[in-house]
């Protein structure tokens, strides 16, 4: 079992920047894959970024590619989604995960992004 916990939501206007932080406990040396999804009122839940282990090849989808940038750092079991220019659209819950033959998810944090 892997446990994920998030960190970094929050208001921001329009142009600004968060970081978003998911720390990961239990099975890590298992985990092929983390990232992140966001879902907006209303809408499904969309992936936004993923880094794969071993490699750390990233994904990103085409809404903010240029702007999101999803890193991790080994020693402190810990991902990061550095988002920058952060538009209204961008206002969702964002939900950290982790695929290690079945999938994890975190609590979700809430990121608005104020016009």
């Known amino acids: 079992q892997v446990q994920l916990v998030e960190s970094g939501g929050g208001l921001v206007q329009a142009g600004g920047s968060l970081r978003l932080s998911c720390v990961a406990s239990?099975?890590?040396?298992?985990?092929?894959?983390m990232g992140w999804y966001r879902q907006a009122t209303g809408n499904q839940r969309d992936l936004v970024a993923r880094?794969?282990?071993?490699?750390?090849?990233?994904n990103y989808a085409d809404s903010v590619k240029g702007r999101f940038t999803i890193s991790r750092d080994n020693a402190k079991n810990t991902v990061y989604l550095q988002m920058n220019s952060l538009k209204p659209d961008d206002t969702a819950v964002y939900y950290c995960?982790?695929?290690?033959?079945?999938?994890?998810w975190g609590q979700g944090t809430q990121v608005t992004v104020s016009s």
């Open positions: 995960f982790a695929d290690y033959g079945v999938r994890s």
């Open positions: 239990g099975t890590i040396f298992s985990i092929n894959a």
């Open positions: 880094i794969i282990s071993g490699g750390d090849s990233t």
